[in-house]
């Protein structure tokens, strides 16, 4: 599985962007992912992900409510929505694929980062 992350931009606190993950192998559809994101001088931590249906769904308690993850195996595309944002999420986020233990530990796949600037 090989990913690439798009989206990201500058954007003012309050607003939205919608981030997505391209795809690629046959078996995206048959994996977990999720999207992580790391802030300068901090770790890499992670935000939400979505179990290979979509009917299971976990996200870090500071963008609940205010993100959404999503995804569209016909198409083996992952998104975040993320709506009112806030200047502390800015970071660069990346996605991955297949967790070795739900929700968030162990990925096996990454895609490159795309930065997202909250300005205040």
């Known amino acids: 599985v090989q990913l690439q992350a798009s989206g990201g931009g500058l954007v003012q606190a309050g607003g939205s962007l919608r981030l997505s993950c391209a795809a690629s192998g046959r078996t995206f559809s048959k994996k977990s992912m999720g999207w992580f994101r790391q802030a300068p001088g901090k770790e890499r931590e992670f935000v939400a992900a979505?179990?290979?249906?979509?009917?299971?769904?976990n996200y870090v308690d500071s963008v609940k409510g205010r993100f959404t993850i999503s995804r569209d195996n016909a198409k083996n595309t992952l998104y975040l929505q993320m709506n009112s944002l806030k200047p502390e999420d800015t970071a660069v986020y990346y996605c991955?694929?297949?967790?070795?233990?739900?929700?968030?530990?162990?990925?096996?796949?990454w895609g490159q980062g795309t930065l997202v600037t909250v300005s205040s």
């Open positions: 979505v179990n290979w249906s979509g009917s299971n769904i």
């Open positions: 991955a694929a297949d967790p070795r233990r739900w929700p968030n530990v162990g990925y096996n796949y």
